[in-house]
């Protein structure tokens, strides 16, 4: 089975940073398209930033400038930079991979979140 598991939360001033790390594992072909995404009380799932399997990145343009997604392929790990953290970007976030565990078999995966807080 296929797990992706996040790390690298917890809380922190305005204007600090955090790195967040997720890892996938498991019967793995190939990993597409990564990314993160953030939900806070009370309102929807947004995504806050993707990356292509080629390296190609998009980004939600309240972190534009702050916040930088990369990925190491030989480590099945996507990785978020957030800088000059702001009480707004308080939220869950999860990170979501497009996998192909066969050659015909692809589906989205989500790890189970973890909190950032931003203290102001």
């Known amino acids: 089975q296929v797990r992706l598991v996040e790390s690298g939360g917890g809380l922190v001033q305005a204007g600090g940073s955090l790195r967040l790390s997720c890892a996938a594992s498991g019967r793995i072909f190939v990993i597409n398209d990564m990314g993160w995404y953030r939900q806070a009380p009370g309102k929807q799932r947004d995504m806050v930033a993707s990356?292509?399997?080629?390296?190609?990145?998009n980004l939600a343009d309240s972190v534009k400038g702050r916040f930088t997604i990369s990925r190491d392929n030989t480590k099945k790990t996507v990785y978020l930079q957030m800088n000059s953290l702001k009480p707004e970007d308080t939220a869950v976030y999860y990170c979501?991979?497009?996998?192909?565990?066969?050659?015909?078999?692809?589906?989205?995966?989500w790890g189970s979140g973890t909190q950032v807080t931003v203290s102001s």
């Open positions: 990356i292509s399997l080629d390296g190609t990145t």
């Open positions: 979501r991979a497009d996998i192909l565990t066969g050659l015909t078999t692809r589906d989205n995966y």
